[in-house]
């Protein structure tokens, strides 16, 4: 059913022409923000900062069921083909990135399911297994990670949101860009002779990867190291570098695993088990596999991934907010914005419907951010006093990671952080009036807070799994497809096109030069 033509559509569009006004104490209370609550796992979403009332919810939850939402989510944890473009060719898969995790629950899945899941775990077993062998000869200290993408982006969020848990002596460095500079750096730092690279590449064959793979081996080569006794692929089976002759070993995920969804499987496990060991990356696991329990909660106030998609498509579609800012009020979590930004506008940043006809509304939102409260300091200002409200997610947690505080002032940092967290939700809101206009607060700017006792590798996984589950939700109230990414396939064609012209000025020049070195070789009839 279209978008636009679902019953909760029209309502909604009514509901937002009179939007409950925050900077009222009478609406903006105690009271609101105990009601506007909402909580799956170790996650509470408190809402009552975002521009909805009872009847507003009510209706969102309408239109989740209208647009059969749950069942689109249990479908898709089933294993059902939901990647397609009906009429047209198009990918045709499923999207199984929760079996990679659900190796705890014993629940009944389906047949496909159950098949994807025991892929999953083979290959979780053999991680353990090279795990342990490199552990007993001590054979790494430093990893190297080639990927990018999907096939860097969550991976290095994730590891930079458990760095303080490194097992001793390990290090981790990442070259994702095709910029030799990148690269450089690297290998400046590591020490190659100690090094694992893990290459990760779900097709095998994306230009940077290659490029930077063929690029360090050369650096091992010259370092007089054997690349093949340090390099491990994780790739699609039967991609271009599933060739077992060329790696240490082969890690495998299959094409039911979006790159932009993959961080639990292989392409970030590899990386987490090297760095923090197999018990806390399947902590992680654990953790999303308890939030993909709670996608399925038909409790719509106990289910915070569509809750927050609603949340979502309210800001977009009928308050008509153009973009959404994740602010996490936690450093560890700084790179969580640039993941969630690819796994949001990769998925959802599409204009055509799965019936394949342009849709009349607006579907994924522009997402940024940075860490609170270094961001405070740097674009809160536009955020406060800006021309257009831009919605805010917040993520807080109430402890640190580390729990190594001090109390300056009376009060410790941990409890200035969450301070300045709260103080934002609540001023954004309820804004500030003043005879002079340059001091004026507007207000009713909508934000959210996501918020859990610590970031743990276990609520890591739960957040995870909760952008990729409110992702998803989105995608399936609008009826798009959020499983492809035709949009980033011209700009690799024309690259493509520029980068040959290149390589044909460089054989000219070298077919110059070689026209001079011919005279010599034609001496040794060597053309
Ligand atoms: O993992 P790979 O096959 O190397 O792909 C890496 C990335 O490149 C593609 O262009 C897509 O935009 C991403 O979704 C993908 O994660």
């Given amino acids: 059913m279209d978008f ?60 989740a069921k209208e647009a059969s939402a749950l069942e689109k989510m249990q479908n898709m944890q089933n294993g059902e083909i939901v990647n397609f473009i009906r009429g047209f060719p198009s990918e045709n898969r499923a999207a199984l990135h929760t079996a990679t995790r659900d190796f705890f629950s014993g629940d009944k899945k389906s047949k496909t399911a159950n098949e994807a899941k025991a892929l999953a775990y083979a290959e979780y077993e053999k991680l353990k297994r090279f795990l342990a062998e490199i552990e007993t000869f001590d054979r790494f200290q430093d990893l190297i990670m080639i990927g990018i993408g999907g096939s860097d982006l969550g991976p290095y969020a994730n590891f930079l949101a458990l760095a303080h848990l490194i097992k001793k002596g390990r290090r981790a460095f990442f070259i994702n860009n095709i910029d030799p500079d990148n690269l450089h750096r690297v290998i400046e730092s590591a020490n190659l002779d100690k090094t694992l690279v893990a290459v990760v590449s779900k097709s095998g064959n994306t230009l ?79 953790g999303a596999s308890e939030m993909d329990h709670a996608a399925l909660n038909p409790n719509l106030s106990e289910n915070i991934p569509l809750l927050g998609a609603l949340l979502s ?66 674009f809160f200002q536009l955020l406060h006093q800006g021309v ?23 009060t410790t940092s941990q409890e200035k952080l969450l301070s300045n967290l709260l103080a934002q939700s609540i001023s954004l809101a309820t804004g500030k009036k003043s005879d002079n206009p340059n001091k004026e607060f507007d207000g009713n700017r909508p934000s959210h807070i996501l918020m859990a006792e610590q970031l743990t590798p276990k609520t890591l996984g739960e957040l995870l799994a909760y952008f990729e589950h409110k992702t998803a939700f989105e995608g399936f109230i609008w009826n798009i497809n959020s499983f492809d990414q035709e949009g980033v396939q011209l700009g690799k064609v024309v690259a493509e096109k520029i980068i040959d012209q290149f390589a044909s000025e460089r054989k000219k020049e070298f077919n110059e030069g070689y026209g001079v070195a011919k005279a010599y070789l034609e001496l040794f009839k060597k053309v």
């Fill in 4 to 63: 636009e033509k679902l019953s909760a559509y029209k309502k909604l569009q009514e509901l937002a022409k009179n939007p409950p006004d925050l900077t009222k104490n009478s609406v903006f209370n105690i009271d609101r923000i105990k009601n506007f609550v909402a909580k799956s796992k170790d996650y509470t979403l408190f809402y009552a900062g975002e521009r909805v009332n009872e009847d507003i919810i009510k209706t969102l939850f309408e239109l």
């Fill in 208 to 286: 940077e990867t290659m490029t930077n793979e063929a690029f360090l081996r050369d650096c091992f080569v010259k370092a007089g190291l054997d690349p093949r006794k340090h390099f491990v692929a994780v790739t699609g089976e039967g991609s271009p570098m599933d060739d077992k002759s060329l790696y240490l070993d082969t890690f495998y995920i299959w094409d039911w695993i979006g790159g932009r969804f993959s961080s639990t499987s292989m392409v970030g496990g590899v990386l987490l088990g090297f760095a923090f060991g197999m018990e806390i990356f399947t902590e992680f696991l654990k």
């Fill in 388 to 410: 257009d409200p831009i919605p805010i997610e917040f993520i807080g947690f109430i402890e640190s990671q580390s729990r190594f505080d001090f109390i300056f002032n009376g």
């Fill in 313 to 378: 498509i309210w800001n977009r579609n009928f308050l008509h907010y153009e973009t959404l800012a994740v602010i996490p009020y936690s450093q560890a979590l700084s790179r969580f914005p640039a993941h969630f930004q690819q796994l949001s506008m990769e998925s959802n940043g599409k204009h055509i419907d799965k019936e394949g006809k342009r849709t009349p509304f607006q579907t994924g939102m522009i997402i940024w951010g940075e860490p609170g409260t270094n961001a405070q300091h740097s």
